[in-house]
């Protein structure tokens, strides 16, 4: 309000310049701030959900390698979500909050600070800006952003899916994951990590920034349905995201046999292809491609209201 008004003032001249310095400092705590109201208001219970669909599929896998006959099909999305709030009631879907809030102020005020520098980077270069195509930029900036977004993603999201797999508290499921495998497997999953936050985010990012002027619809109704359209074609790398879920899984669910293989991500992809056919790279769809459309809202189309 303050800024919307003051043009008109005798202070308006007084108004400070953003310096690089400032920039970066207000997108790590806008970034941070937006990230863990995301969370609070709809994300985590989508994260909770998705992984935990995900989930149903390795253990009846699991459960054939043990060769248990009784072994029942696994339950569709909607089965999976009834059965957590039956079980655990509404606090399960925010099972692993600790781990999730850590997680989302720290990768959010790293991914909006990375994805925004580099974006004004390439637009403040003629050089660079004449041999990119401004359809390119987002692309780019995104995945940057997600790149150094996964640098501290890893431990958290495994702390997070192990609780929705589990229930329990954060601190037990550090400890049982430690015993079993040491320091090493708070990074089970890392390679499909970082391929799912530089494919997440350069998606979401590229394709909102790629659909903008073509929707037609003006103002923040715009924006928004810009983000819900981008967010929703970034879905395109769920593989990653069951590939991620599959390779943690290793680190606390018995189930799933320790080899060599496994938490390397193409060959955890093949060995789903393998067990599940190419089907099974896209279990979990419905929350993942709702939880996308939340996340660009928030992390794409508010800052940019806000800028604007």
């Known amino acids: 309000i303050a800024a919307v008004g003051c043009h008109k003032s005798r202070w308006a001249k007084a108004t400070p310049i953003a310096t690089p310095v400032t920039r970066v400092a207000r997108n790590l705590a806008r970034g941070s701030a937006l990230r863990c109201v995301c969370d609070l208001c709809g994300g985590l219970p989508l994260e909770v959900w998705k992984s935990s669909v995900v989930l149903e599929h390795v253990r009846f896998r699991g459960a054939g390698r043990d060769g248990a006959d009784g072994a029942r099909e696994p339950a569709g999305s909607v089965e999976v979500l009834r059965r957590i709030i039956r079980e655990r009631g509404p606090r399960g879907l925010y099972s692993g909050l600790t781990a999730r809030m850590a997680e989302g102020a720290l990768s959010g005020a790293i991914l909006l600070a990375a994805k925004e520098s580099i974006?004004?980077?390439?637009?403040?270069?003629?050089?660079?800006?004449?041999?990119?195509?401004?359809?390119?930029?987002?692309?780019?900036?995104?995945?940057?952003?997600?790149?150094?977004?996964?640098?501290?993603?890893?431990?958290?999201?495994?702390?997070?899916?192990?609780?929705?797999?589990?229930?329990?508290?954060?601190?037990?499921?550090?400890?049982?994951?430690?015993?079993?495998?040491?320091?090493?497997?708070m990074y089970r999953g890392a390679p499909a990590v970082a391929a799912r936050q530089m494919t997440n985010w350069a998606s979401r990012q590229g394709f909102t920034e790629l659909v903008r002027p073509r929707i037609g619809v003006p103002g923040v109704a715009g924006e928004l349905l810009a983000g819900c359209v981008g967010g929703a074609l970034s879905s395109w790398n769920t593989p990653f995201e069951v590939a991620r879920i599959e390779a943690q899984s290793i680190s606390f669910e018995k189930s799933m046999p320790e080899t060599g293989s496994r938490g390397r991500l193409f060959s955890t992809l093949g060995d789903i292809v393998k067990e599940r056919g190419v089907a099974g790279l896209y279990v979990g769809i419905f929350p993942r491609l709702s939880q996308a459309c939340y996340q660009t809202v928030f992390m794409v189309c508010v800052p940019r209201i806000l800028d604007n």
């Open 119 to 185: 974006h004004r980077a390439i637009d403040a270069s003629p050089m660079i800006s004449k041999v990119v195509p401004s359809s390119a930029v987002g692309f780019i900036s995104g995945a940057g952003g997600g790149a150094a977004q996964a640098l501290v993603m890893a431990p958290c999201s495994l702390l997070v899916t192990a609780t929705a797999a589990n229930g329990g508290d954060v601190g037990g499921a550090l400890r049982d994951i430690l015993e079993r495998n040491g320091i090493r497997g």
